[in-house]
């Protein structure tokens, strides 16, 4: 059984930066996408950037030119810089993979990592 343990969240200013860590562990053969979602209170859901395993990326517009994703496959790993950070971007971050086991294929997830961003 393989899971995503999340790192690195936190509390920070508005206008301050974080680092998102997400690792993947278990009997793995290899990772397709990778990606990050948050969720803020009340709120659904939402995607907020995603990486291939060839480390093409995509972006929410909320988020373009404040965020990068990027991804270690050496370490299955991915993560998420986050710069410019405003209050609206407060919601627990959450990372999912889709992983290759010896199983077939799956969709891990993580249990999320809380970011709150003061004004």
């Known amino acids: 059984q393989g899971q995503l343990v999340e790192s690195g969240g936190g509390l920070v200013q508005a206008g301050g930066s974080l680092r998102l860590s997400c690792a993947a562990s278990g009997s793995i053969f290899s990772i397709n996408d990778m990606g990050w979602y948050r969720q803020a209170p009340g709120k659904q859901r939402e995607l907020v950037a995603r990486?291939?395993?060839?480390?093409?990326?995509n972006y929410a517009d909320y988020v373009k030119g404040r965020f990068t994703i990027s991804r270690d496959n050496g370490k299955n790993t991915v993560y998420l810089q986050m710069n410019s950070l405003k209050p609206e971007d407060t919601a627990v971050y959450y990372c999912?993979?889709?992983?290759?086991?010896?199983?077939?294929?799956?969709?891990?997830r993580g249990q999320g990592t809380q970011v709150t961003v003061s004004s």
């Open positions: 990486i291939t395993s060839g480390g093409s990326a």
């Open positions: 999912n993979a889709v992983v290759n086991t010896r199983w077939g294929e799956y969709i891990y």
